[in-house]
Antibody, heavy 120, light 106 residues
Framework: QLQLQESGSRLVKPSQTLSLTCAVS??????????WHWIRQPPGKGLEWIGY???????YNNPSLESRLTISVDRSKNQFSLKLNSVTASDTAVYYC????????????WGQGTPVTVSS | DIQMTQSPSTLSASVGDRVTISCRAS??????VAWYQQKPGKAPKLLIY???TLESGVPSRFSGSGSGTEFTLTISSLQPDDFATYHC????????FGQGTKLEIK
């Protein structure tokens, strides 16, 4: 059974960089033509897609976040990561990692989510 | 950006009821729509993709329909486990979600 688990800093100061990692277990991140996504949900609001990466390293990001966003993959550790710089309070959210198929795609496996607060 | 608008925002119903949740896209998304169920403090769970294909393991009381800009999720006979928030998602152009529909016990 595929499992995804987010980890990283839960409290980030304004203007600093938010860093999260998604560890994948139960299968290799390199098997199949899967895309690996980040999605977030601000408190009391809907879901917002952030971006994705393939195991090859090819990425595609939400244009609204593109300038602040880096998504990377570490095949040796079977994980992928998110870095969002110059954060503000509006970046406060629960952050999820998820698996999709070949884009465009729905998301069939999700991590449990990790809350991140941007505050001084 | 393609906007997804769900209605209603909140729906009160009883066990055994048939309920329908609607999702409207701001432009045609063909049939590239998925539906998710989310319970408090949990990740969303995929129910339906490509507008009407039931994800493996999802009960058959869930069904989806629609194409173009109008989509619906129907639960044929509500069970106690179904009270949750439901999200639609389009994946025709990037990815956007509706604001969610909270299904409450009447």
């Amino acid at each position: 059974q595929l499992q995804l688990q987010e980890s990283g800093s839960r409290l980030v100061k304004p203007s600093q960089t938010l860093s999260l990692t998604c560890a994948v277990s139960g299968d290799s991140i390199s098997s199949g033509a899967y895309s690996w996504h980040w999605i977030r949900q601000p408190p009391g609001k809907g879901l917002e897609w952030i971006g994705y990466i393939y195991h090859t390293g090819s990425t595609y990001n939400n244009p609204s976040l593109e300038s602040r966003l880096t998504i990377s993959v570490d095949r040796s550790k079977n994980q992928f990561s998110l870095k969002l710089n110059s954060v503000t309070a509006s970046d406060t959210a629960v952050y999820y990692c998820a698996r999709g198929g070949t884009a465009p795609t729905q998301f069939d496996y999700w991590g449990q989510g990790t809350p991140v607060t941007v505050s001084s | 950006d393609i906007q997804m608008t769900q209605s209603p925002s909140t729906l009160s119903a009883s066990v055994g009821d048939r309920v329908t949740i609607s999702c409207r896209a701001s432009q045609s998304v063909s049939r590239w729509v998925a539906w998710y169920q989310q319970k408090p403090g949990k990740a969303p769970k995929l129910l339906i993709y490509r507008a009407s294909t039931l994800e493996s393991g999802v009960p058959s009381r869930f069904s989806g329909s629609g194409s173009g800009t109008e989509f619906t999720l129907t639960i044929s006979s509500l069970q106690p486990d179904d009270f949750a928030t439901y999200h639609c998602q389009q994946y025709s152009s990037d990815y956007t979600f509706g604001q969610g529909t909270k299904l409450e016990i009447k």
